[in-house]
């Protein structure tokens, strides 16, 4: 019962950046832990960055630095910074909410970075 929907993906050239957002909707008081995650072409889906009910966040070694893991309780909504991109950034970007009853994902949403 909590749906997630995905925006700001799109095309962008290396060093530039995107914001990408998921709001949530439904039964967000059972969501323990919103997570952002990939996959490239020929790859498995991995975590990237991940943000707790409680606000403590994390992100994988390949994108600190470059990427931030946020959230605006007020509207629901997880986002994930992105600067510095670059060409092996490209992938299917994922929110995921992660509750004792399950996991839900969001729809998927684009990431293309140029040379």
């Known amino acids: 019962q909590v749906q997630l929907v995905e925006s700001g993906g799109g095309l962008v050239q290396a060093g530039g950046s995107l914001r990408l957002s998921c709001a949530a909707s439904?039964?967000?008081?059972?969501?323990?832990?919103m997570g952002w995650y990939r996959q490239a072409p020929g790859k498995q889906r991995e975590l990237i960055a991940g943000?707790?009910?409680?606000?403590?966040?994390s992100t994988v070694d390949s994108v600190k630095g470059r990427f931030t893991i946020s959230r605006d309780n007020a509207k629901n909504t997880v986002y994930l910074q992105m600067n510095s991109l670059k060409p092996e950034d490209t992938a299917v970007y994922y929110c995921?909410?992660?509750?004792?009853?399950?996991?839900?994902w969001g729809q998927g949403t684009q990431v293309t970075v140029s040379s």
């Open positions: 943000i707790s009910s409680g606000g403590t966040t």
């Open positions: 995921a909410a992660l509750m004792v009853v399950g996991t839900t």
């Open positions: 439904g039964r967000i008081f059972d969501i323990n832990f």
